[in-house]
């Protein structure tokens, strides 16, 4: 799933597991009154992103996002990185390195 509020770039030949969440923005607001005002509005079809921060999230050329992985906003993932199955991304990615893990960390940089 890509959830795009303000701006998901993803590159050329990018391999996108199944399960995968990749995602610009908080989906909420940490205010109570408008998190329940969304709710009111998701019955009227209408999502309002006031409050809601966003930061671009791009995606290389050649990148491999295993399985039930989580980008989330303002991540930049390096051309031919990978990053390992369930990991959450939370900083940037080089190019040509593996991430895995919960937040995700570089594990070793990858042959080019």
């Not at 908080?26 to 992103?49: E, F, M, P, T």
């Not at 991540?75 to 190019?95: C, D, E, L, Q």
């Amino acid at each position: 799933m890509v959830l795009a509020a303000d701006y998901v770039e993803i590159g050329n030949d990018v391999l996108i597991g199944e399960g995968c969440y990749i995602s610009d923005n908080d989906g909420h607001s940490l205010d109570l009154d408008i998190r329940k005002q969304d709710v009111a509005n998701r019955r009227k079809c209408l999502k309002v992103w006031d409050g809601i921060a966003a930061v671009p999230v791009i995606i290389g050329d050649n990148a491999w996002i295993a399985p039930r992985s989580i980008i989330l906003k303002g991540v930049t993932i390096g051309r031919g990185a990978v990053i390992g199955t369930g990991s959450v991304v939370t900083k940037n990615v080089p190019p040509m390195t593996l991430a895995a893990g919960n937040p995700a960390r570089i594990i070793r940089a990858l042959d080019s």
